[in-house]
């Protein structure tokens, strides 16, 4: 009968040091670049402006150079549906100006990823940031954030030619006003697309929408859009929106005395009546309060015989008395 064969202590104590150290090795690797990740919110609609701010933190205590090079870039994402299938960037052959990394230096890049790559579709997709560093031969990535693709509710639509003179004259135009819900308020979206070449000029998110009431919505006479939206009590938003997306105009009013309306001219172009604008530059009402040193009479002189007040406003010197 065979014996069993015993391991000697000595060669377990030397096996298990060896995996320590590889793995105080790997964590210290990991450890040299930090990637954050930050999507300000979860919910959005198609082709909505999806802003995902990178941080990059080199905590390797050395100065790092990041460059592409000929099989990796040094930055850049990885996009999943929720199930695990790989959503490839629309331009694969992208490029990164290369910078260099002080220890201990953090930058910050606000990147759009709408454009990037085609989330277009409904669903839940996975996000992450990736950086490769050349120098150390390894990918530093962030944590996943998870992002959400729906569609808004359409509250007007209509499709115009573009008139002559203008960007893409001759061509077709499909506004479409949405609205969306998310965790807290309503929000109001302008969408702006060429139905026969499918491009999409805009999705612009118009702010906060009370939803008791509809948006007054008209087009002046080179089909420019102008849209009145009640944002709070006795609040408005006016936007105005050129055909390729461009926002044109950008004004706050209040309810003063009259409910602000648009109104279309004579020659067709399209106005504000009523209401009060909200001048972006006025000071905070609390910083037109008096301060102490505010006074409206000077300061008695020391040694001065004080004015006695008058009668009607001397007080008893009893409080209690009547």
Sequence with gaps: MMRARTIPGRILRVAALSILLVLAT???????????????????IRYEPVLATVSITNLSGRELRLEDDP?????GFQVETTDGRPVPPTDPN???AALVLGAGQR?????????????????????????????LRRFFSSQTQ????TDGRVLWQKTVGVPD????????????????????TTQLYIRIEDPDQGVIFCTHQLGRFLTFGSPDIMLDQQNRVHI???AAPKVFLYSKIGLNGEVLDRKSYNEFSTRPTLRRGSDGSVVIVGGQ???PNAPKPEETLPGLGDRPVALPEEGATPTPPPADEKRPENLLSR
């Design 26 to 44: 790997t964590m210290g690797a990991v450890a040299q670049v930090q990637v954050d990740l930050a999507i300000k919110r979860s919910l959005y």
């Design 71 to 75: 099989r990796n870039h040094w930055f």
């Design 94 to 96: 992208y490029s990164n």
């Design 107 to 135: 930058i910050s890049r606000t990147v759009n990823l709408t454009p990037l790559f085609p989330i277009s579709e409904f669903g839940a997709y996975r996000v992450r940031a990736t950086v490769y560093v050349a120098d």
């Design 146 to 149: 998870n992002i959400e693709i």
């Design 165 to 184: 003179g203008q960007s893409g004259a001759g061509s077709l135009r499909a506004i479409s006003i949405l609205s969306h819900r998310l965790s807290q």
């Design 228 to 230: 009145l939206q009640n």
């Design 277 to 279: 604008i909200i001048d």
